[in-house]
């Protein structure tokens, strides 16, 4: 996954977001600068509330325009998206596309998983007069995401599905415009650690099969670890270190990066006491909880 030469997918320069909120002027992000190339992954961290989804929402243009406002240079495959707001309408869904956060409430639970995977293929323009068509590209990019008996599946509605297969479902949908660039919004925050490393493999070998860029936005520097090229690091609306994945975690420069680091869980020795004397087990237990909410972010 290194950084080919040519344009980048994303480019951004001195991007900032200012929301206009009751008390005043917020700046949520702040001069922040990274970009992304062909088949390279970035990821911002940070702990809820630094400004890393809303920097993946503005760079999206949803953020409400009334209420937020942008500056610097967003460019997504040369156009850049901040000076020409109406630029986005063509590369979003398209060049690029979102992998929202939570999978139980970003599908309409009244419409089955067929009918808003056959919206999202129309919308991309592929085979929109040809029901067949549609239907047979549904089936294939339900394949894909490793979905099985698809056509049974297109049947379903979203409660009736887990939310690990949901979450593919939603990647199928992204998938449905043939993006260059796949911005994914906590991915995995909704789901547990063994569907969380499903859906990790799914997006690297998507990636490896297409060349598409990502861009993660995550709390979990475990999960960075496993997928990122590159990270930044983020904290009240800025970067406050970037770096290629092993320099960020085999030598983090600062206090708050460490900390974020001494919050991912490790597994101690294989504790081979009988059931009834597995009282040490149950305290490292409940200081490893304590640990994963120390950064105030998410957990499963």
Do not use: C
């Not at 088949?39 to 325009?65: H, Y």
């Amino acid at each position: 996954m290194n950084a080919q030469a040519e344009q980048a997918l994303l480019e951004v320069r001195d991007f900032q977001v200012e929301l206009i909120t009751d008390a005043g002027i917020i700046r949520a992000v702040d001069s922040v600068n990274f970009s992304i190339h062909r088949g390279e992954t970035v990821t911002i961290i940070g702990e809820s509330g630094s400004g890393k989804s809303t920097t993946a929402m503005g760079i999206l243009r949803l953020l409400p325009e009334d209420l937020a406002v942008l500056s610097g240079t967003v460019l997504i495959d040369g156009v850049d998206v901040v000076a020409v707001p109406k630029a986005i309408d063509k590369v979003r869904g398209r060049t690029l596309a979102l992998i929202p956060q939570d999978p139980m409430t970003a599908l309409s639970p009244v419409h089955s998983i067929g009918s808003q995977l056959f919206e999202a293929i129309r919308i991309a323009g592929a085979a929109a007069k040809d029901k067949d068509a549609v239907r047979a590209r549904a089936v294939r990019l339900l394949e894909q995401v490793h979905i099985p008996t698809p056509e049974v599946q297109l049947k379903k509605y979203p409660h009736q599905l887990s939310g690990g297969m949901l979450q593919r479902v939603l990647i199928a949908i992204a998938l449905a415009s043939e993006p260059q660039l796949l911005v994914a919004d906590e991915p995995t925050s909704a789901l547990d650690v063994t569907v969380q490393a499903g859906i990790l493999d799914l997006l690297l070998e998507l990636q490896e099969q297409r060349g598409i860029g990502i861009l993660m936005i995550t709390h979990d520097l475990g999960v960075a670890r496993l997928i990122s090229d590159r990270i930044h690091v983020m904290k009240d609306g800025s970067f406050v270190e970037s770096g290629d994945v092993q320099q960020i975690v085999e030598h983090p420069a600062t206090e708050y990066t460490r900390s974020l680091l001494a919050a991912v869980p490790v597994l101690g020795p294989w504790d081979e006491t009988p059931a009834g004397t597995a009282d040490t087990r149950s305290t490292t237990a409940a200081a490893g909880d304590a640990a994963l909410t120390s950064t105030g972010g998410q957990h499963d």
